[in-house]
């Protein structure tokens, strides 16, 4: 049985720069250095975390982020802002991308870590799914994001963002996100759409008990045992080095290489009742989307519906396909894709720079 | 156009296994991403290039490309100075989806070592049995998966 490192920090909440460094250094390791896969659970301090392309004075309100005394940064792998803090486990996995038992592609690769947490969520009763464009969900809400990186030629870094706790009424005090205007709705649409490890469960447990969990979880996937480890000195040098290039340095964390950022309200009276589209584009493509209104659905299918779109190109081609994919008769009732996307592309026509 | 299992590898392009093609163009090389790949990767949200006059070496990281929550890399596929990049991109990156052998090239290089560097990429039947195997890996892990 294979022998994997992991890093478990459990004495104190780690700052943005800190533990983004140190998650950097684990593809570098695997990579260059010659280790094994190193696992890395840590908590962060309260931050605001934006994915690596993004806009970050888009997506967050830095003013508040600082009056809140919360952190902000950017870390390198991909997708969309984080809130973290210590009742969210974050997670960082340094993997050689030849390594035997990992996916082929892209799609595959998340498939495989997806069934590591999947298998540590059911440690704590948790039934969770794997929802493509890289989510874990629980009956249709999201608990967990995944997202990757290759920073190296064969490194690959995974992180995830596991909600054991949240409090919802801070995505609404410090996101931007279409619904900011709009502040019951923006907290009832995260509310139907989030669920945490402890409402899914009777008895609270706490991160360090949901480590454990998906620790046993990556061991029973991959058949392997973890060995608490240290970075080496070369590791620590390396890290270091990442923390003053990138997690301290102005330029990589207010970045403009980044798409453009539009959002937009698309409103549209049908025979199923009204719809809202509330859009987030990132240059071509959808960014976040949530639709609202006053028709029959079930929170799984609207959620199925909203990651479906999620990450494909805004043209109605591309959007009436996404939508086929998993339509089913009456997921909205008397609703057809056609007409969804109708009031998808009036929220694109209505797109203004926030 | 060759179409290798359904997926578009024009002929006379040289392609190399992190699946960006290279087509000579005198003593340049111009880059961009495979159809396999574009299919893979789903809808491109942005792509983070080298800037002109960069130099790239032969299989190393030379830019970024995001599709969803995916950063992957972009490999040189010769060595030499980058001389143009395709700044169509930066407005709609999905060029790379809808066109990726026509207006979703990427960028154009100035080989320093052509002739030598040709040999470590794939044309032909090579490209075909390459494909073959991606398409087994994956169907592979599908089957896991189920």
């Given amino acids: 049985m294979g022998v994997w490192r992991l890093l478990k920090e459990t004495e104190r909440p780690l700052t943005t720069a800190e533990g983004l460094s140190i998650d950097d250094t684990l593809s570098q390791s695997v990579d260059r250095l010659n280790s094994p896969p190193i696992l890395h659970l840590y908590k962060f301090v309260p931050s605001a975390i934006v994915g690596r392309y993004q806009d970050i004075e888009a997506a967050l309100r830095l003013q508040r982020l600082e009056e809140l005394k919360m952190e902000y940064n950017r870390r390198s792998t991909g997708g969309g802002t984080v809130i973290m803090g210590p009742t969210v486990l974050a997670l960082g996995f340094g993997i050689n991308v030849d390594h035997k038992g990992l996916g082929a592609g892209i799609r595959g690769v998340f498939q495989v870590m997806s069934q590591a947490l999947i298998r540590g969520l059911g440690h704590l009763g948790i039934q969770a799914v794997f929802r493509p464009k890289n989510d874990l969900e629980v009956l249709g809400r999201k608990i967990a994001g995944l997202s990757a990186a290759m920073d190296s030629k064969k490194g690959i870094l995974f992180h995830t963002s596991l909600l054991v706790d949240f409090d919802l009424n801070l995505l609404s005090e410090v996101m931007n996100t279409p619904l900011i205007k709009f502040k019951d709705k923006g907290y009832s649409c995260f509310s139907q759409r989030l669920t945490t490890v402890n409402m899914e469960r009777k008895d609270p447990v706490s991160v360090e008990e949901v480590m454990d969990a998906v620790m046993k979880g990556f061991e029973e996937v991959f058949q392997v045992r973890f060995q608490t480890s240290s970075f080496t000195e070369e590791e620590w040098n390396l890290s270091l080095k990442l923390k003053e290039e990138r997690y301290q340095n102005p330029q990589w964390i207010f970045s403009h290489r980044h798409p453009r950022v539009r959002m937009g309200i698309g409103r549209l009276k049908t025979a199923a009742g009204l719809l809202e589209v509330y859009l987030s584009l990132a240059g071509a493509v959808i960014e976040s989307i949530f639709i609202t209104g006053d028709f029959f659905t079930t929170t799984e299918d609207l959620n199925k519906i909203e990651s479906a779109l999620k990450y494909t190109r805004c043209e109605e081609e591309q959007l009436v396909n996404a939508l086929n994919s998993i339509w089913k008769d009456d997921i909205i009732y008397n609703l057809t894709p056609e007409l969804l996307v109708e009031a998808i592309m009036l929220a694109k026509e209505n797109q203004v720079r926030l | ?146």
Avoid at chain 2, 13 to 21: D, F, G, I, T, V
Avoid at chain 2, 67 to 76: N, T
Avoid at chain 2, 80 to 109: A, C, H, R
């Fill in chain 2, 1 to 146: 156009m060759a179409n290798i299992f359904g997926y578009e590898m024009p002929d006379g392009l040289y392609y190399n296994e992190e699946h960006s093609w290279a087509k000579v163009e005198g003593n340049k090389v111009r880059v961009g991403m495979t159809d396999f790949f574009q299919r893979e990767a789903g809808d491109i949200v942005f792509v983070d290039l080298p800037e002109e006059g960069d130099e790239v070496s032969q299989g190393e990281v030379c830019g970024k490309i995001q599709s969803r929550k995916w950063i992957g890399k972009l490999v040189a596929p010769v060595s030499g100075e980058v001389s143009e990049i395709n700044e169509d991109l930066e407005d709609d990156p999905t060029l790379i989806n809808k066109d990726p052998y026509g207006q979703g090239w990427i960028l154009v290089i100035e080989a320093s070592d052509l002739d030598s560097e040709l040999k470590n990429l794939m044309q032909g039947e090579a490209v075909a049995a390459f494909i073959e195997k991606e398409i087994k890996k994956a169907e592979e892990e599908k089957a896991k998966a189920k």
